[in-house]
């Protein structure tokens, strides 16, 4: 999610803007009158996002006279290395907008709090174990997680009409061997065809291979007794890479050249009728909307099942507070406030995304069939944590070995022996750098 969030919001007009990084160190402090000033920095991109939340700091301002909020712009382009600056110069925001899968070394690194004394009972229900696990570290919880995106299909169904293949529900989905089926049977030209079955947007392609490998029962990250991880690739593990490989190599029905797209490349391909589906991520629905010509027939499909059905990896968009802030209950109820069922739905709606929280979840604006949302919700329960959730070195691996090692399978410039050796030899190298 967060590296798909990077590509479009280096696109997008609301990434430029630049980061506020002003005040003082250790948070926001006090002011002269002694009322708490907090700094909440936010990485909301889209204009509907961030005018929600700053509507809702606004509407917490109102209400709350002594503790002040001053919203700050992030950028999804450069959160890591920016809070990294910020948490070594002592000028963290006290409230810090992220993602889970990059809360690891900052926890482990002692730059946030562990919230677990601090949140209120009613935050703790509401939010399901399975998410709580993503911001989860050693002991500790070091994050609050409110909004998650599942990987769908996102299809034109005109095409998938004219096919007269078997459509997918979530009750019924397609097993990784039917879709690869279904993508060849709408390559190729005439009547309920596309120039390709489908076009895989892998640009940068670990973390959806690593997410949709968790329906098939992939885990690539096994933890020992020790505590320490290892890699090890699985059967489980190679389906849905092998699936692309083949997709693209063997069947020829997904389309070469997208595999160094990001997603919203592959838009103009789907709305002229190149390719029939694109797997992305939930919230590139408002993007259909946004720029789909007017009359494009589209539907939302629920990703291939396997042998653990729908299940899939997702890191949660989360909140975090600094543990050098000063205001730490301050800041909690600050996140509280946000979060409370009401406003995560605004939230939810304006990133176009899922809320973690299950009174949220159950809000009848998100189970309406327009625009995909029912298929979305219907998801929910089948989202787990992303596989390297918690795996020190991560992105050095996923940077260094694993994101050039699969675009080269995928392109097939090499084989699965190869591919094999890269992740898991070269692999546990970098890891073992991190658990000495």
């Not at 925001?93 to 009613?122: C, E, M, N, Q, W």
């Not at 589209?298 to 600094?322: F, I, R, Y």
């Not at 940077?399 to 699969?406: E, F, G, Y």
Request: aromatic letters at 8%; glycine letters at 10%; proline letters at 6%.
């Amino acid at each position: 999610m967060r590296a798909r969030a990077r590509v479009r919001a280096a696109a997008a007009a609301a990434a430029a803007l630049t980061l506020l990084l002003t005040g003082c160190g250790g948070g926001g402090g006090t002011d002269s009158s002694g009322k708490i000033k907090l700094r909440f920095q936010s990485l909301a991109w889209q204009k509907e996002s961030v005018d929600a939340n700053r509507q809702l700091v606004r509407e917490w301002n109102a209400s709350h006279p002594d503790v002040q909020v001053e919203y700050v712009q992030g950028s999804w382009d450069s959160v890591h290395d920016q809070l990294l600056t910020s948490f070594e110069g002592d000028e963290a925001p006290d409230v810090i907008h992220d993602a889970s899968d990059d809360l690891a070394d900052f926890a482990y690194g002692g730059y946030l709090a562990d919230l677990r004394t601090l949140l209120p009972k009613r935050l703790a229900d509401d939010i399901p174990r399975q998410s709580w696990r993503t911001a989860t570290f050693g002991d500790g919880v070091y994050g609050v997680p409110f909004l998650q995106e599942p990987r769908v299909l996102i299809a034109n169904a005109k095409i998938l009409k004219a096919s007269g293949v078997r459509v997918p529900t979530p009750a019924k989905p397609w097993s990784w061997d039917e879709f690869r089926h279904v993508t060849r049977e709408l390559t190729g030209k005439g009547k309920g065809k596309a120039t390709y079955g489908i076009a895989w947007p892998l640009r940068e392609p670990v973390s959806v291979t690593l997410n949709l490998g968790v329906s098939s029962g992939g885990q690539l990250f096994h933890r020992g007794a020790d505590g320490k991880v290892t890699i090890r690739l699985g059967k489980g593990d190679r389906i849905m890479p092998d699936t692309v490989h083949d997709q693209v190599g063997t069947d020829h029905s997904a389309a070469p050249a997208a595999l160094g797209m990001g997603g919203s490349d592959t838009l103009p391909g789907l709305f002229g009728g190149r390719y029939a589906m694109v797997p992305l991520g939930f919230s590139y629905r408002q993007q259909v909307v946004e720029q789909a010509p007017e009359g494009f027939d589209w539907t939302v499909l629920p990703a291939p099942a396997g042998s653990d059905g729908l299940a899939q990896g997702v890191s949660p968009q989360t909140l975090s507070v600094a543990e050098s802030s000063p205001h730490k209950k301050a800041a909690v109820e600050f996140i509280d406030f946000l979060l409370r069922p009401e406003n995560m739905v605004r939230l939810a709606k304006g990133d176009w995304m899922l809320p973690t929280g299950t009174a949220a979840l159950a809000d009848p604006a998100l189970h309406t069939p327009e625009n995909g949302w029912a298929t979305g919700a219907a998801l929910a329960e089948a989202l787990r944590p992303a596989p390297a959730q918690t795996v020190r070195g991560y992105p050095e691996w996923k940077d260094k070995v694993a994101t050039p090692a699969l675009q080269e399978y995928y392109s097939g410039a090499i084989g699965e022996e190869e591919l094999k050796k890269r992740l898991v030899d070269d692999g546990n190298r970098v890891l073992a750098r991190y658990q000495r």
